[in-house]
């Protein structure tokens, strides 16, 4: 499995993850959600049995471009700053979804979990041996993240897509960052920034006990 002439590189993508945090560790919506969007770019590049995951991604990062170029755009320049003006506007339904069901809260929650997923199953790349199945890291990382959240249909229809995942040493090329000591060398540079980014949501969510947003 070639990458594309022209593809970009998940370098690229990855770096977004990085350009997000501010010296006061802000989070920025905007490279924010733009690593979301590369990450999509890649997911698609899988194949089509990927779509019903990459749909409801994109659903999601639809929901916060829109809050983020809307009216209130100012309040959704950061993290932080989403999470005091929709809680203080009452804008967060905290015990099920009525009112305010797609609220930027409860969307970045479900990107934030995801991220957790993202985390493990890149450091189970970056780590693995050479010939381990991808598969089998996608769903160990899968299970130790994302799959406590989701109901039995849509844990079956991810552990099946994840067994069409290629070889180890084709996703790294996939990456599109040079040969895989490059691609594992690029994973350990990017991977603090992404647990940094995890890091500061959670702790972010959990001062406001947002953790378990419907
Ligand atoms: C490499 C394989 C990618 C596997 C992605 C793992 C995630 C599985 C998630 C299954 C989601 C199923 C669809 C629906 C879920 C929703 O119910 C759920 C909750 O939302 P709601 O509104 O019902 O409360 N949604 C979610 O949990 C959000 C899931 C977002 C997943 C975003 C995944 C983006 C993936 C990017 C792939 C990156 C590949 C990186 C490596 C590339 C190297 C070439």
């Avoid at 309040?75 to 979804?97: C, I, K, N, P, W």
């Avoid at 991808?134 to 160990?140: E, F, K, N, R």
């Amino acid at each position: 499995m070639a990458a594309a002439p022209g593809a970009f590189s998940l370098r690229e993508v990855l770096a977004g993850f990085q350009e997000c945090v501010t010296e006061q560790r802000e989070v920025l919506l905007g490279p924010y959600l733009c690593g979301w969007r590369g990450l999509v770019r890649f997911l698609n590049g899988l194949g089509a049995i990927f779509s019903f995951i990459s749909k409801d991604a994109v659903a999601k990062i639809q929901i916060m471009e829109n809050y983020c170029g809307g009216e209130r755009r100012e309040e959704y320049r950061t993290l932080q700053a989403m999470v005091r003006y929709e809680l203080s506007g009452g804008l967060v339904d905290l015990q099920r979804r009525s009112a305010h069901p797609d609220s930027g809260c409860r969307t970045v929650l479900r990107l934030h979990r995801a991220l957790r997923w993202l985390q493990l199953f890149l450091e189970g790349l970056r780590t693995a041996r050479q010939d381990a199945s991808t598969s089998a890291i996608c769903t160990d990382s899968y299970n130790a993240s994302l799959a406590a959240y989701h109901p039995w249909v849509v844990r079956k229809a991810a552990v099946v897509a994840f067994c069409t995942l290629p070889s180890r040493d084709a996703f790294l090329e996939v990456m599109n960052v040079g040969g895989p000591e490059e691609a594992v060398e690029m994973l350990g540079d990017a991977l603090p920034h992404i647990r940094n980014v995890y890091g500061i949501t959670q702790e972010l969510y959990e001062q406001h006990h947002l953790l378990d947003l419907p």
